[in-house]
């Protein structure tokens, strides 16, 4: 006898996980992250009595939600698990589960908008110079950090797919990258001269003395010659921002965030930011001009007689 109303149906998660996985393409983060959502929402109806799958209301759904809220999530966690519900319901009338979708009207708050911490281009530019000081010893792992970084900065790549580059992805003669982004989605980045000599510096002197049985064809390397892990990266970065005055705190994808920010300062179109960076919406891209007009507000205001 079924306990919960998803449980008739012993393969209903099963089924719903190969439908993110291979017919949208969800992320493995996204994907545990929405079967962790519904089995919670699966206990939650369990609670309110209800015994199976097609007696699901909207009501019901708001309930969860609103639990959610009053425990304390964030609003960007109570969106997500809108979303969750979103997409289970709407799989589960498009296969015959159910005859209509509960969520249809389901809305959750609209998540908190975060301003993402940017370098200004001055300071991206000393960050680089000063990659490129401690590459002068021509150790391989300094002559390594100073690639990543280049490359991340002038691509706007994001951090793992810095990490699964092999050596023929990159084509140092046309200034361009393959990469790998969300949803194994392909795409072509291109990257300046900087970035071009920075790694064609590591690999000239600095990956052939790193390489090992067990390299592969990663193009960046850690200490043992195993492909770089995305903490390793995250490291080089912090490192090299403690010595620079007044850079905010940030991580790797700091960097994807100032090129975005500082392609669109030098004016670059929104949809050309937008394939570079490898979003599905335009939407996402469009923080970016927030930032930028948050920037010129900060200048307006310290510059203006009347502001």
């Given at each position: 006898m079924s306990t919960t109303p998803f449980d008739a149906d012993r393969h209903l998660l099963e089924a719903f996980e190969q439908h993110l996985r291979i017919e949208k393409g969800r992320s493995e983060?996204?994907?545990?992250?929405?079967?962790?959502?519904?089995?919670?929402?699966?206990?939650?109806?369990?609670?309110?009595?209800?015994?199976a799958l097609p007696e699901v209301r909207l009501t019901d759904l708001r309930a969860w939600l609103g639990s959610i809220g009053?425990?304390?999530?964030?609003?960007?966690?109570?969106?997500?698990?809108?979303?969750?519900?979103?997409?289970?319901?709407?799989?589960?009338?498009?296969?015959?589960?159910?005859?209509?979708?509960?969520?249809?009207?389901?809305?959750?708050?609209g998540k908190e908008k975060h301003l993402p911490g940017v370098l200004?281009?001055?300071?991206?530019?000393?960050?680089?110079?000063?990659?490129?000081?401690?590459?002068?010893?021509?150790?391989p792992l300094h002559l390594r950090n100073r690639a990543m970084l280049e490359l991340l900065y002038a691509s706007g790549m994001r951090v793992g797919e810095l990490t699964g580059l092999d050596m023929d992805d990159v084509d140092l003669e046309a200034g361009t990258a393959r990469v790998l982004g969300k949803g194994d989605k392909e795409r072509v980045v291109p990257f300046g001269a900087p970035a071009a000599e920075a790694v064609t510096g590591w690999l000239a002197?600095?990956?052939?003395?790193?390489?090992?049985?067990?390299?592969?064809?990663?193009?960046?390397?850690?200490?043992?010659?195993?492909?770089?892990?995305q903490r390793q990266v995250r490291s080089t970065l912090q490192d090299l921002l403690a010595h620079l005055?007044?850079?905010?705190?940030?991580?790797?994808?700091?960097?994807?965030?100032?090129?975005?920010?500082?392609?669109?300062?030098?004016?670059?179109?929104?949809?050309?930011?937008?394939?570079?960076?490898?979003?599905?919406?335009?939407?996402?891209?469009?923080?970016?001009?927030?930032?930028?007009?948050?920037?010129?507000?900060?200048?307006?205001?310290q510059a203006h007689p009347r502001a």
């Open positions: 983060h996204t994907v545990r992250a929405y079967l962790g959502d519904l089995t919670a929402l699966d206990e939650f109806l369990a609670g309110r009595g209800v015994a009053a425990a304390g999530a964030s609003r960007s966690t109570v969106s997500r698990r809108a979303a969750a519900a979103k997409t289970f319901f709407r799989w589960t009338q498009q296969t015959g589960r159910t005859g209509s979708d509960p969520s249809l009207r389901l809305v959750a708050p200004r281009a001055p300071q991206a530019g000393a960050l680089m110079e000063l990659a490129g000081v401690a590459a002068d010893d021509e150790d002197a600095g990956r052939a003395r790193l390489v090992t049985a067990e390299s592969g064809a990663a193009l960046f390397l850690g200490r043992r010659g195993r492909r770089v892990d005055p007044d850079t905010p705190p940030m991580g790797p994808h700091g960097l994807r965030h100032s090129a975005a920010t500082h392609l669109l300062e030098g004016g670059a179109d929104l949809r050309t930011v937008q394939e570079l960076l490898g979003h599905a919406s335009l939407a996402t891209t469009q923080i970016y001009t927030h930032v930028s007009v948050d920037r010129l507000r900060s200048a307006y205001q």
